[in-house]
Structures are given as structure tokens and as C-alpha cells.
Nanobody, 126 residues
Framework: QVQLVESGGGLVQAGGSLRLSCAAS????????MAWFRQAPGKEREFVAG????????VYRDSVKGRFTISRDNAKNTAYLQMNSLRPEDTAVYYC???????????????????WGQGTQVTVST
């Protein structure tokens, strides 16, 4: 069992920045990759960015490349999402997920992630 707690969401104007944190506890030795997903009202949950725990390989959806940066602090069992140049279309609840299956690549499908946090709201105003 792994528990996840997200934090750092809030209200920001377009062009601003936020930094999200995802702290993991429990059986963290089983973590292969951690990823950020988001879900806007009326839309499906979508992949934002992911990172492998051991190697630090990263994957981003096209719309956030160059604006968002995912990172991790292995000693703190924490992943981060630095979000710059935020746009109104980034508004969503952001969720942290853990993929516990060992592999080389970050997976983009929600079905690959066994554990989820409660989510943190990000609102970008015009």
C-alpha cells in the first residue's frame, strides 16, 4: 500500500506559476514511476507529466512541454510539478498517481496507475 498527498494548488492569473507537490508514504520501494494527471469539469482525466523513480526519465503531454517540469526527490519520497506560463486551459484538479510495475518507460494511461492522491485544484484566471 502507498499513500499519496498532493499540495500546492491554488488560484493564479494567466502567465503565473505554481508548484505542486506529491508526497508518498508506505510501500514506496515498489514505486516505479510517478505521474501527474488532471481532470477538468466534463472531461476525462488526462496525462500531464511523469517520471521514473530510479532513472528520472520524464514524459510530458505536448501542450505542457516547455512550460511544466516534473522532478522528484527520492530521499523525501516526493514528486513535484513546476508549472510556469499557466493558461486558463490548465485549470483542473491535478492528481498524483503511482505506477508500481517495473519498466523502462513512463506510461501515459490512467489504468497503469494503482495508487492516487485526493487531488489539488488549480485555477488559472484570465
Amino acid at each position: 500500500q502507498v499513500q499519496l498527498v498532493e499540495s500546492g494548488g491554488g488560484l493564479v492569473q494567466a502567465g503565473g506559476s505554481l508548484r505542486l507537490s506529491c508526497a508518498a508514504s508506505g510501500r514506496t520501494f515498489s514505486v516505479y514511476a510517478m505521474a501527474w494527471f488532471r481532470q477538468a469539469p466534463g472531461k476525462e482525466r488526462e496525462f500531464v507529466a511523469g517520471i521514473t523513480w530510479a532513472g528520472g526519465s520524464t514524459v510530458y503531454r505536448d501542450s505542457v512541454k516547455g512550460r511544466f517540469t516534473i522532478s522528484r526527490d527520492n530521499a523525501k519520497n516526493t514528486a513535484y510539478l513546476q508549472m510556469n506560463s499557466l493558461r486558463p486551459e490548465d485549470t483542473a484538479v491535478y492528481y498524483c498517481g503511482i505506477d508500481s510495475d517495473v519498466g523502462i518507460f513512463v506510461r501515459r494511461s490512467t489504468s497503469a496507475y494503482e495508487y492516487w492522491g485526493q487531488g489539488t485544484q488549480v485555477t488559472v484566471s484570465t
